[in-house]
């Protein structure tokens, strides 16, 4: 009886290295057939292989970690294999980081905060901060103030840069969350009753600049040409004509200068939050 024992445990863990063995081939073909650009094989020949009903979790944890990785590095779509790595895998975090990572880079917010809040915690502590981290940064970018506020107060991490990205988040996220768009009315008027002034107000100095250079040029032209040759004479007119375009162009574009410029804030805000973002993910699994 001993004897037989000893033979089914030798017999299956030549059975276990034979699964494994086949496995590591495939994640090799894999490898392959992504180092040539074939992402579609890959996911094929993956999809293949994890219909296979014998995979252990392991293996399956390995397959899906491999897939999804693959696809995140070359076109940012890995997270439908990530998000089916099991929790038990040491794969786990890092799957879920990553495809958090690829909603939010997208911008689609609610489901990064949904992957974020579905993530077990952690043992390790940092991995918990980080997910607090990160649930902080996008209550910020949904510009939710109670959000952002009620997970930021919790940070204290001891991980140099999640610590770094943390004080700095701390100290943008306010700006961010508290910026307001100037008037497109105040800067009409401002530019109705001084040309230029308008884009001023909405933080084009520059281009206020000209606008009052180009306004006021042609109100001198139009000024001589009517001291001179009269008011209906056809150079006066022209020049009026050209005058009146100008000075309308520069009461709209003073109007149009604050939408413009609220939004390059915007956008520079939340482009300068969302590297912020990754910048620990990267610390923490590359």
């Not at 696809?71 to 997270?79: E, F, I, N, Q, R």
């Not at 306004?215 to 000024?223: C, D, K, N, P, S």
Request: proline share 2%; with cysteine; glycine share 8%.
């Amino acid at each position: 009886m001993k004897y037989l024992i000893v033979l089914f445990v030798f017999l299956s863990g030549l059975h276990v290295s034979a699964q494994n063995a086949g496995v590591n081939r495939n994640i090799d073909f894999i490898l392959h057939l992504s180092s040539v650009g074939s992402m579609d094989e890959v996911k094929e020949y993956s999809n293949t292989i994890l219909s296979d009903t014998s995979l252990t979790n392991d293996q399956r944890d390995s397959l899906l970690f491999v897939t999804g990785w693959l696809c995140h590095l070359d076109s940012k779509s890995g997270a439908p294999y990530l998000m089916k790595v099991s929790p038990e895998s040491g794969f786990y975090y890092k799957s879920r980081f990553y495809s958090y990572l690829e909603k939010m880079e997208k911008a689609e917010l609610d489901s990064a905060l949904a992957i974020l809040d579905s993530t077990y915690e952690s043992s390790n502590h940092e991995i918990n901060q980080l997910l607090l981290f990160e649930k902080a940064g996008i209550g910020v970018l949904k510009k939710n103030k109670e959000a952002y506020y009620s997970t930021s107060r919790k940070f204290n991490s001891d991980h140099d840069v999640l610590r770094a990205e943390q004080q700095t988040l701390l100290s943008t996220a306010p700006l961010y969350l508290n910026m307001k768009r100037k008037s497109p009315v105040v800067a009409g008027t401002l530019s109705a009753i001084v040309p230029g002034s308008g884009k001023f107000y909405a933080g084009n100095r520059a281009q206020g600049l000209a606008a009052l250079i180009r306004v006021a040029a042609l109100g001198g032209i139009v000024y001589e040409n009517w001291r001179n040759h009269g008011l209906t004479h056809p150079q006066t007119l022209i020049f009026g004509g050209l005058f009146s375009v100008f000075y309308v162009g520069n009461i709209w574009g003073s109007v149009l200068s604050v939408q413009t410029v609220w939004n390059e804030k915007q956008l520079e805000q939340k482009h300068n939050i969302t590297v912020g973002l990754r910048v620990p993910v990267d610390a923490f699994f590359k």
